[in-house]
C-alpha cells in the first residue's frame, strides 16, 4: 500500500497569512493527489483534485502543486472559514490511502 | 442536489455484524463510483473499500479484508457496506461517498453514520 505523509500535522497562523502544507507519497503517484478540507462535525470538502486543479466553487486562494512523490497545499490570505484540518489522498491505486492530516489553527 | 444518506450504524457487541446502507439522490448513481470512507473518533480519515459503477470491481484496505464487502444496487440507487467480525478498532464515523465522474476523487460525501463496537 502506499503511504501518504503529512506534514506539519498542526499549525498556527493569523488571518491574511499564507500556510503551506506538504504531503508526501512512499512511491511514485504521478499527479493522482487530492486535498480535502474538514470543519469540526462536518463531512470532507474537496478542494483540489489531479495535484493541482482547483475544484469548482473553491477560491483560487487555495492551490496545489507538486508530482511524483512530493505535493503541496498553499493557501493564500488566510481567511476566517480557512481554519480547518486538511488531509491529502493518493488515488493512484488502492487502497486510495489519506495523509495523516494538517489541523490549521488560529494565531 | 446530490444527496448521500448513510444509515445503519449503532452499537455493536465485538464479533457481531452491521450492514451499512446509503441512499443515493440527484444524480444518475450508476454511472459513477462509490466508496466507504471512515472516521476514528478524533482521528483522521481513513478509506475502507470502493465499487465500480456495475459492481464487477471492489477494492478494500488490508485492515477489513475477507470482514466487510461492498455491494450496490442500481436499481435501488443503494450503496451498501457488510461488516462482520466487527473489532473495537473498527469504531468510527462511516461516510458514503461519490467518486466524481474524470476525476479520480472524492466530489461528494453523506454525513457519515456513527459505528460502535463494545462490549
Known amino acids: 500500500d502506499i503511504q501518504m505523509t503529512q506534514s506539519p500535522s498542526s499549525l498556527s497562523a493569523s488571518v491574511g497569512n499564507t500556510v503551506t502544507i506538504t504531503c508526501r507519497a512512499s512511491?511514485?503517484?504521478?499527479?493522482?493527489l487530492n486535498w480535502y478540507q474538514q470543519k469540526p462535525g462536518k463531512d470532507p470538502k474537496l478542494l483540489i483534485y489531479?495535484?493541482?486543479s482547483l475544484q469548482r466553487g473553491v477560491p483560487s486562494r487555495f492551490r496545489g502543486s507538486g508530482s511524483g512523490t512530493d505535493f503541496t497545499l498553499t493557501i493564500s490570505s488566510l481567511q476566517p472559514e480557512d481554519f480547518a484540518t486538511y488531509y491529502c489522498?493518493?488515488?493512484?491505486?488502492?487502497?486510495?490511502?489519506f495523509g495523516g492530516g494538517t489541523k490549521v489553527e488560529i494565531k | 442536489e446530490v444527496q448521500l444518506v448513510e444509515s445503519g450504524g449503532g452499537l455493536v457487541q465485538p464479533g457481531g455484524s452491521l450492514r451499512l446502507s446509503c441512499a443515493a439522490s440527484g444524480f444518475r448513481f450508476s454511472n459513477y463510483w462509490m466508496s466507504w470512507v471512515r472516521q476514528a473518533p478524533g482521528k483522521g480519515l481513513e478509506w475502507v473499500a470502493y465499487?465500480?459503477?456495475?459492481?464487477?470491481?471492489?477494492y478494500y484496505v488490508g485492515s477489513v479484508k475477507g470482514r466487510f464487502t461492498i455491494s450496490r444496487d442500481n436499481a435501488k440507487n443503494a450503496l451498501f457496506l457488510q461488516m462482520n467480525s466487527l473489532r473495537a478498532e473498527d469504531t468510527a464515523v462511516y461516510y458514503c461517498?461519490?467518486?466524481?465522474?474524470?476525476?479520480?476523487?472524492?466530489?461528494?460525501w453523506g454525513q457519515g453514520t456513527l459505528v460502535t463496537v463494545s462490549s
Open positions: 512511491q511514485s503517484i504521478s499527479r493522482y
Open positions: 489522498q493518493q488515488s493512484s491505486s488502492p487502497p486510495h490511502t
Open positions: 489531479a495535484a493541482s
Open positions: 461517498a461519490r467518486y466524481g465522474s474524470y476525476l479520480d476523487a472524492i466530489d461528494f
Open positions: 465499487i465500480n459503477q456495475d459492481g464487477s470491481e471492489k
